[in-house]
């Protein structure tokens, strides 16, 4: 009796005084449950999070003009008329997210910017994506890379893109991280037709 009394006391002490690991669940629940390119969180701050991500293949394409939301919409529709079909063995692809635009500013006040929109290739379709028809859309191997990655809420502007990039920027010059700083991403995880939930993300790189 008093040996089990022992082994009880010791096992309550333990379920006080030990610490409860969180669980990892994937993929987050932002990504809607849709396939979404896998990382690691390394370190989370409360301007930012620090992300690694794994190598993974995107189906992209790329548009240069004045407009982000033009821009977006353009290379959306390209991008979605290949999940749809439009591919050399004219198969439908399920929707990933997010969508993916790596914004490159031009070098002056009026010069172009490119956006490089893309989807995540399911991970069935990593080692050999459908051929795109497009001769405008390709197949668009990343690296793994580190991303500083800032949220907000609400449906995205240009402006909302563009001012939460220049608070991100600040952030990690104060934090005097080394990143790349000639171009960020945007991730956009929402179809238009969620009105509430919505979340975004803007990305700046980390320069090795």
Same mark, same amino acid.
């Given at each position: 009796?008093?040996?089990?009394?022992?082994?009880?006391?010791?096992?309550?002490?333990?379920?006080?005084?030990?610490?409860?690991?969180?669980?990892?669940?994937?993929?987050?629940?932002?990504?809607?449950?849709?396939?979404?390119?896998?990382?690691?969180?390394?370190?989370?701050?409360?301007?930012?999070?620090?992300?690694?991500?794994?190598?993974?293949?995107?189906?992209?394409?790329?548009?240069?003009?004045?407009?982000?939301?033009?821009?977006?919409?353009?290379?959306?529709?390209?991008?979605?008329?290949?999940?749809?079909?439009?591919?050399?063995?004219?198969?439908?692809?399920?929707?990933?997210?997010?969508?993916?635009?790596?914004?490159?500013?031009?070098?002056?006040?009026?010069?172009?910017?490119?956006?490089?929109?893309?989807?995540?290739?399911?991970?069935?379709?990593?080692?050999?994506?459908?051929?795109?028809?497009?001769?405008?859309?390709?197949?668009?191997?990343?690296?793994?890379?580190? +991303?500083? %990655?800032? &949220?907000? !809420?609400? /449906?995205?502007?240009?402006?909302?893109?563009? =001012?939460?990039?220049?608070? #991100?920027?600040?952030?990690?010059?104060? +934090?005097? %991280?080394? &990143?790349? !700083?000639? /171009?960020?991403?945007?991730?956009?995880?929402? =179809?238009?037709?969620?009105? #509430?939930?919505?979340?975004?993300?803007?990305?700046?790189?980390?320069?090795?």
């Amino acid at each position: 009796m008093m040996i089990t009394l022992l082994v009880l006391t010791t096992l309550a002490s333990l379920a006080v005084t030990s610490p409860v690991l969180p669980t990892q669940t994937w993929p987050p629940a932002f990504c809607n449950k849709l396939e979404c390119p896998k990382y690691t969180t390394v370190k989370t701050t409360k301007d930012y999070e620090e992300r690694q991500y794994d190598p993974a293949k995107w189906t992209s394409t790329t548009i240069s003009g004045m407009s982000y939301d033009e821009a977006s919409r353009t290379g959306f529709q390209r991008l979605f008329n290949y999940i749809s079909g439009s591919n050399k063995g004219q198969v439908k692809i399920p929707m990933t997210a997010p969508v993916l635009v790596k914004v490159e500013p031009g070098q002056g006040p009026f010069c172009k910017t490119n956006f490089t929109v893309s989807f995540f290739v399911p991970f069935a379709d990593q080692t050999s994506p459908p051929e795109p028809s497009d001769p405008n859309v390709f197949t668009n191997p990343l690296t793994g890379m580190t +991303a500083y %990655v800032r &949220y907000f !809420k609400g /449906f995205a502007s240009d402006t909302d893109w563009t =001012s939460n990039a220049e608070a #991100l920027s600040k952030s990690l010059d104060n +934090a005097t %991280v080394s &990143y790349h !700083k000639d /171009f960020y991403f945007t991730a956009g995880y929402n =179809s238009p037709f969620q009105p #509430l939930d919505r979340h975004n993300e803007v990305w700046y790189i980390k320069a090795d």
